[in-house]
């Protein structure tokens, strides 16, 4: 079982570019989250999908970002137009049900420029 | 709105000491809480989960106290290593049913240093 996979690790965005994050859950999570950590700032929640659908999108900027978990593949978060303020790790967890613990990703360190 | 705090923000002690990490919570409706560690550039690792209905948990040299009535927990790590530095974090998930139950809650998380 290979955990929670995120890519890239690392990822630089001019500004005005579009950011594309990637997270696989790990085998048998169909619950994803994904978190924004600002620096020097602590865990801030932003998104709950289960597959096909945002079941709580709360903690979501109102413009530019959006995520989705589709039938195959990865979670997708997606930044359009990113600005400085964006740069942060973006961490994705997944858990088998919502009231499991869950496990995390390595994460994706995103810095505009 | 449910907010967490961490006690201390940071703590440098010896190797070998025994310690304890205070967590806060304003909610006590709480469905569990979960201690995590973060290592520097790094994800998060979880360390334990303790449900609403339990009152501790241990794994190892780590003991995790749950008060959901005062609104607290604390991490208590024994015997103290120099890998055991890292960052600690609280969450705990709100028993508000419905959409919000998958959201954790984080504390600022305290930052642990144990020198030799």
């Known amino acids: 079982n290979a955990g929670v996979m995120q890519n890239p690790r690392h990822l630089v965005r001019r500004r005005g570019q579009e950011a594309r994050l990637r997270c696989s859950p790990m085998k048998g999570h169909s619950h994803v989250y994904w978190y924004r950590q600002l620096p020097e700032e602590g865990l801030k929640f932003m998104v709950y999908l289960q597959k096909e659908n945002i079941i709580d999108e709360s903690g979501m900027p109102k413009e530019r970002f959006s995520a989705e978990f589709p039938k195959e593949g990865p979670s997708i978060l997606r930044i359009q137009q990113v600005v400085r303020g964006d740069s942060a790790a973006y961490f994705c967890?997944?858990?088998?049900?919502?009231?499991?613990?869950?496990?995390f990703g390595s994460g994706t360190r995103l810095t505009v420029v | 709105k449910q907010e967490v705090t961490q006690i201390p923000a940071a703590l440098s002690v010896p190797e070998g000491e025994n310690l304890v990490l205070n967590c806060s919570f304003t909610?006590?409706?709480?469905?569990?809480l979960q201690w995590f560690r973060q290592d520097p550039g790094k994800g998060l690792t979880s360390l334990l989960l303790i449900q609403s209905s339990q009152r501790e948990q241990t794994s190892g040299r780590l003991n995790a106290s749950l008060d959901k009535s005062s609104g607290r927990s604390t991490l208590y790590i024994a015997a103290s290593q120099p890998g055991d530095s890292a960052t600690y974090l609280c969450?705990?998930?709100?028993?508000?049913?419905?959409?919000?139950?998958?959201?954790?809650?984080f504390g600022q998380g305290t930052i642990l240093t144990v020198h030799p």
């Open positions: 969450a705990v998930r709100v028993d508000a049913g419905g959409t919000s139950y998958g959201k954790l809650t």
């Open positions: 967890a997944s858990s088998p049900a919502p009231n499991y613990g869950y496990t």
């Open positions: 909610d006590s409706a709480i469905y569990n």
